[in-house]
């Protein structure tokens, strides 16, 4: 077997040209908001392989195909590169995959993408800041991050499809219950056709205003899209004195159609174990998707908490049909299938 090397460079917002760059070296900034502007990619090998590629490029769209170091993207025009696809060509091209990771505005690093599949964000007028590129032999997998190789803008849903709402039931007079939207800011957490920091904070919000109606003090992590330290989060549940933290997340999977809802809870905490069977049956009855189960776990929100602590997953932002359950009245379900749980903790 021959030898391969990728070689690449860029040009970045207000630093002109970077590289080159080499077999999974970064190419552009992560954490400065500088766009990536432009890239050239070229192979250095003795074998029969050659490589094209594409890009999305603001207010022009996807560009037309280049080839070994031509320029694509623009320089001087202040347009930001949106999307990309990689792809070998050549004799030899069966034999390997090229692998691409970016990072991305608002998403930071997303999954590899390999062989002419796009990678980035399309029609969200988000900037790509960073490129990564390594050709491996077939048989080598990349291992998946935790959100999307490729975003693209969809067509606002329908209206939602109002939920009959919950009769204020229970008296949780004298209860303080930290409610923690995982996640925020610079960190999205999982993300599909929604951002798993938005649904968090959806369903918190709700969450607390069902909670303080029946008596409950409240206390929140964030109450907006702000980036809150995950080792901050305990603490502000405990300096309140709360009885019970409840962290709401959703799932992420690198496969679409993964579904379901589960709870975790810290291992062999009886009254940790007790509200997380509660809630997950609140949220089994409500929701109705598929019960992956509860989950004892050592989990920094959980761990760390003074009092029972359970981390929610009642479904996956990276499912589509999760993602349109959760905006057409999936949301408030969650909501009332986390008060029943609660409820019935203290009833």
Not at 4 to 28: A, R
Not at 238 to 257: E, M
Not at 307 to 314: G, L, R
Request: proline fraction near 4%; charge should be negative.
């Amino acid at each position: 077997m021959g030898y391969v090397n990728v070689i690449y460079d860029g040009h970045v917002q207000d630093v002109g040209d970077v590289g080159p760059f080499k077999n999974g070296e970064l190419c552009g900034t992560t954490g400065k908001s500088k766009r990536l502007e432009a890239v050239k990619i070229w192979l250095e090998t003795d074998l029969d392989l050659g490589i094209e590629y594409e890009g999305q490029i603001q207010d022009i769209g996807w560009d037309a195909t280049k080839k070994a170091g031509e320029l694509c993207g623009t320089q001087g025009q202040g347009k930001r590169l949106e999307s990309i696809r990689i792809r070998l060509t050549g004799g030899d091209a069966d034999k390997y995959d090229i692998y691409y990771g970016v990072h991305a505005e608002n998403y930071g690093n997303m999954n590899w993408a390999m062989n002419g599949e796009s990678t980035g964000t399309e029609g969200m007028s988000l900037r790509l800041e960073g490129i990564k590129i390594i050709i491996a032999p077939k048989g080598i997998v990349m291992s998946p991050d935790t959100v999307q190789k490729f975003i693209k803008a969809e067509p606002k849903p329908a209206a939602p499809t109002p939920v009959a709402p919950a009769d204020p039931t229970g008296n949780l007079s004298g209860k303080i219950i930290c409610i923690n939207p995982g996640h925020g800011g610079s960190d999205p957490g999982a993300c599909g056709d929604l951002r798993e920091s938005d649904m968090n904070l959806t369903v918190a919000l709700r969450l607390g205003q069902l909670l303080a109606e029946r008596g409950a003090s409240v206390v929140y992590t964030r109450t907006t899209d702000d980036h809150v330290y995950l080792s901050d989060r305990p603490i502000i549940a405990n300096n309140a004195g709360a009885d019970i933290f409840v962290s709401i997340h959703h799932n992420g999977s690198n496969d679409s159609n993964a579904s379901g809802t589960c709870v975790i809870c810290y291992p062999g905490s009886d009254a940790g174990i007790r509200l997380a069977t509660l809630c997950l049956n609140g949220l089994y009855s409500r929701l109705g998707l598929q019960q992956r189960g509860l989950i004892q776990r050592d989990d920094s929100d959980v761990t760390y908490t003074d009092m029972p602590a359970v981390i929610t997953e009642a479904s996956f932002a990276s499912s589509p049909a999760d993602c349109a359950l959760f905006q057409n009245g999936g949301a408030e379900l969650e909501a009332l299938g986390l008060l029943d749980g609660i409820i019935a903790y203290y009833g």
